[in-house]
């Protein structure tokens, strides 16, 4: 029978690892039904669909805070007992349904609570994101979470003032985006 240290042992496996290729992984593997759920979209309002048949799921013309014209939901609720969002479908005509903003219809400064609930649902149905950025500015931060689900890009943003002076500013929010990969990737070209 054959003695081998336990250094000697050690040392033999990471060369093995290092042979194959394989690196530890960090985060946890997400679930069978994390990797094969892809959106297409987001509900019933998929890639490539046309605004026709999106209005037959309930989108019309909206309005926004600035009068500007767009198609979408005017008063949803993605969290139970919480503010109420606005779904903003955008359309392009060669291609059809190719991103979704849902964003909050009031605009509420540092929605802390809005936005650690949205990040847990995300991760919770696709696991860790992609990638995180994180922005600090003297008065205000940014955060974007960033998920990759085969056709879809899924970014969750937050952002707060630090200083209640900027209550009046509309640009502090969160929001959920969805785009379809594909017109992502043209359009970066």
Known sequence: M???HPMVLGLAAIGLIAQLGVEPSKKSPPSPTQVSHD????????WDMTQQRAGEFGARKLLDGQNEEHFGLADV????????????????????????????????????EEYLTLLRDLR?????????????????????????????KITLHHS????RKSSSNKSFLTSIHYEKRLFIELRDR
């Open 2 to 4: 054959l003695y081998f």
């Open 160 to 163: 707060c003032s630090k200083s």
């Open 77 to 112: 609720n993605i969290l139970p007992g919480k503010k109420h969002f606005r779904v903003y479908l955008q359309f392009f005509s060669h291609i059809g349904l190719s991103g979704i903003l849902i964003k909050m219809k009031e605009h509420v400064i540092c929605a802390e």
């Open 39 to 46: 959106p297409k979209g987001w509900q019933d309002f998929q």
């Open 124 to 152: 919770g149905k696709y696991g860790d994101e992609k990638e995180t950025k994180n922005l600090n500015y003297p008065n205000a931060f940014f955060l974007s979470h960033i998920w990759i689900v085969r056709t879809t």
